[in-house]
C-alpha cells in the first residue's frame, strides 16, 4: 500500500510539474501485445531500445511528431499508417501502461516515418517493377535517440524528406489537383479528328476542362460557353498548351491521343503525383547533382551539372513488353562503332522468320555467325548505330545510338526492346568528353574500327521514371503511364505497413534492341 500512495504521488507531482510519463513509465515494448492491430514493426523497435527498455517520449516531444504526421497527407502518404489517431488518443497519458503504448507507437511512426522519406514508403520489391537501385546507408533507430537525447527532434524530423525542388513542387500541385472541383469528360461526337478552327458543340466542355487546370483562363471559358463552337482563339492557344504539358505534339488537332489525355480521371492525376512523390523519396537521397537522367516515362535524356539542366534531347525506350528498368549506375566508357551481338531471343522470333522468306537476309544485314553468336558488323545498318554507353546493370541495358532517326519525330517513343535510344548520341559523348576535341569522336567513327574511349571521370546515369513532374515555370506535366507502374505503385501505398525489404524482380537475358 505505502508503494501505491508514492507511485501515486510521485504521478501527480510529475503532470503538476508539466513534465510528462516518459520518466514514469518502463519497458515500453511490454505493451506491443495490447497493440496488435497497430502493425508495429517489433523487429526495429528491439533494435531502438536499449537494454533495459525505458520509455524515451515526453508529452511535448510526441506533440512534436504527431504534427508532423497531421501533414503526410501532403506527402501523399496516409497518417494512419504512421498511428497518428492512436497517438492523438494517447497524447496525455494518465498511467504508465498508456504512456507505454503511447512511447512504443511514437517510437514505431518516427522510425517508419524516417524510412519513408529516406527509402521511400513502399519496398520496390513489393511493385515487381524492374529496379535497380543501391540501398543508403541509413540507420533511423541510431539518428532518432541521438534526436531525442539532444533535443535535436524537430530539426531532425524536418530535415528527412527530400530537399529536391522536384519533390516540394509535386507536392504543391498535389495540393492543386485535391482542390479541383471541375473536371468534365470531353468525348469526341464522332470517331475523327477536329481540326484548328473548326466548328464542333464540344467546344464549350472543352473549354471548361481546359480551365480546370488553368491552361484556359475562367474568363474565356465562360466567354466560351456562352457562345463559342468554333477551335479557334483563347481555346486553341489553350488546347495546344494542354498538349505540349502532355507530350503530344502541341498542333491544336483534337485527336485520338488528345481526347485520351483529356479523359483520364482526376483520381488517376491524383494518383500519378502521389506515385511520383513516393519514387522521389526512393531515389532522392541517391542522386548525386550532376548526372546524366533518362525519364522513360517521356522518352527524354538530360544532362544535369550541379543540378541544372545543360543538353536534353529525345529518346526511344522499351515497348510495353520489353519494359526499360529503373537503375542508377556510372558510364566509364563510350564504345565507338560496336558490334551488336543479337541476343538468342531475337534470333529465334525475329531474324529466323526472316530467313525463311528471304536466305539474303544476313548477308544484306551485315550480319555473320561467329562462335556460335550472330554478330552485325559496325556500320552504317548496326543496330546500335555508331556509339554505345555501357554502365553496369543487372539487366543488360544501355544508351545508344541508332539508323532509325526517323522514330525521335514521333510522340509515342515506346519501340525499342528494352535499351535507349538516343537523338544526338555525338552530342552527349563529345560532352562527355569535353577534353578531348570535338572532332576527335567523329574521326574515330570515321575510322571505322571498334575502339573504347575511356571518359575523364565516370558520369552516373540514373534511369528512371517519372510520369509526373514540374517544369520551372510551375506548369505540371503528365506523360502516359506506359508500363502501368502508377496503379500498382499508389495500391502499395495503401497497404497497412512496409513489406520486408527484398530483391526487385529482375529482367531475363540481354536486352534485345532491334
Known sequence: ????????????????????????????????????????????????????????????SAALLQAVLARLGEEGLDPEQFHAAALAERATPTDSAVAAERDLLASDAALAYARAMVEGRVDPAAVRDQIWFPRPNFDPAELLRMALDNGELAAWLAGLPPSDPQY?????????????????????????????????????????????????????????????????????????????????????????????????????????????????????????????????????LTVLRDGEPVSSMRAVVGDPEHQTPMLISSIRDVEVNPPWIVPASIIQKEIRPKLRRDPTYLERNDMTWTGGQLIQAPGAKNSLGHLKFEFPNPFSVYLHDTPMHRLFALDARELSHGCVRLEHPLDLAQLLLAASKPDSIQQAIDKGQTTHIRLPESMPVAVLYWSAYVEADGTVDFRDDLYQRDARLVAALKAPHRTAAGTAEHCTGTCRNT
Open 168 to 300: 516540394a513542387a509535386l507536392k504543391a500541385a498535389l495540393v492543386q489537383y485535391r482542390g479541383l472541383t471541375e473536371w468534365l469528360s470531353v468525348q469526341p461526337p464522332e470517331a475523327k479528328t477536329i481540326e484548328p478552327g473548326q466548328r464542333t458543340t464540344i467546344v464549350p466542355a472543352l473549354a471548361q476542362r481546359l480551365a480546370a487546370e488553368g491552361d484556359l483562363a475562367a474568363g474565356d471559358a465562360e466567354a466560351t460557353a456562352s457562345d463559342g463552337r468554333a477551335l479557334d482563339g483563347p481555346v486553341l492557344a489553350a488546347l495546344k498548351h494542354f498538349q505540349q504539358r502532355h507530350g503530344l505534339t502541341p498542333d491544336g488537332r483534337l485527336g485520338k491521343q488528345s481526347f485520351v489525355s483529356l479523359n483520364v480521371s482526376l483520381a488517376d492525376r491524383i494518383g500519378q503525383i502521389v506515385a511520383n512523390l513516393e519514387r522521389r523519396r526512393e531515389v532522392a537521397h541517391l542522386l548525386p547533382p550532376t548526372r546524366i537522367e533518362v525519364n522513360v516515362a517521356s522518352a527524354t
Open 1 to 60: 500500500m505505502t508503494r501505491l500512495v508514492h507511485c501515486s504521488v510521485a504521478a501527480a507531482l510529475l503532470l503538476l510539474s508539466g513534465g510528462s510519463w516518459a520518466e514514469g513509465c518502463d519497458d515500453p515494448l511490454s505493451a506491443a501485445p495490447r497493440l496488435t492491430a497497430a502493425a508495429l514493426d517489433l523487429d526495429a523497435l528491439r533494435g531502438f531500445y536499449r537494454e533495459p527498455a525505458a520509455c524515451v517520449w515526453t508529452d511535448a
